[in-house]
T-cell receptor, first 111, second 112 residues
Framework: QKEVEQNSGPLSVPEGAIASLNCTYSDRGSQSFFWYRQYSGKSPELIMSIYSNGDKEDGRFTAQLNKASQYVSLLIRDSQPSDSATYLC???????????FGRGTSLIVHP | DVKVTQSSRYLVKRTGEKVFLECVQDMDHENMFWYRQDPGLGLRLIYFSYDVKMKEKGDIPEGYSVSREKKERFSLILESASTNQTSMYLCASSFRLNTEAFFGQGTRLTVV
């Protein structure tokens, strides 16, 4: 059973703080990991991808991957109210490597 | 940029109607997917296709069928719409399995 787990939140942080979002997955064979941002009423938008253990930085976003512990996280530095959204973790899983999504973590950045 | 276009943003249909949701991608992607998204349940895979005329059932295929006659187009069909199919439907495509998927704008379907 392929599973991707996320805390549903909401995670509330003040403007300018670091938001930390976490995701665990069950399929040890997974090789690629993605973070999507979804605003209310809109479709998911890809913001980060990571394939190797360690950190990957892109602007204010950092993805962290630990395959041994089977978790992937997303850090958002200098959080802005415009970052308020649901963040979905996606892990291609199973023999067919179909994208499997977590249920998402709701992030609220308050001024 | 990858563009995935769904034919309708909002749809209202009656119970028992046959409903067609269309999705077109312009990046020559091999794989296309249909998900539905419901509050508290996340994205659930209905069907996917890895090539023209090829399809595989996802986690919740009951009450749905799909068609992929051309590489760029993937259609979701609700054979006889029911109120429990009221949902947000999301189409996505990817170049290969195990790579990032890109989503269309979504179709919010209401069955009355």
């Amino acid at each position: 059973q392929k599973e991707v787990e996320q805390n549903s939140g909401p995670l509330s942080v003040p403007e300018g703080a670091i938001a930390s979002l976490n995701c665990t997955y069950s399929d040890r064979g997974s090789q690629s990991f993605f973070w999507y941002r979804q605003y209310s009423g809109k479709s998911p938008e890809l913001i980060m991808s990571i394939y190797s253990n360690g950190d990957k930085e892109d602007g204010r976003f950092t993805a962290q991957l630990n395959k041994a512990s089977q978790y992937v996280s997303l850090l958002i530095r200098d959080s802005q109210p415009s970052d308020s959204a649901t963040y979905l973790c996606a892990v291609p899983s199973g023999g067919s490597y179909i994208p499997t999504f977590g249920r998402g973590t709701s992030l609220i950045v308050h001024p | 940029d990858v563009k995935v276009t769904q034919s309708s943003r909002y749809l209202v249909k009656r119970t028992g109607e046959k409903v067609f949701l269309e999705c077109v991608q312009d990046m020559d992607h091999e794989n296309m997917f249909w998900y539905r998204q419901d509050p508290g349940l996340g994205l659930r895979l209905i069907y996917f296709s890895y090539d023209v005329k090829m399809k595989e059932k996802g986690d919740i295929p009951e009450g749905y069928s799909v068609s992929r006659e051309k590489k760029e187009r993937f259609s979701l069909i609700l054979e006889s719409a029911s109120t429990n199919q009221t949902s947000m439907y999301l189409c996505a495509s990817s170049f290969r399995l195990n790579t990032e998927a890109f989503f269309g704008q979504g179709t919010r379907l209401t069955v009355v």
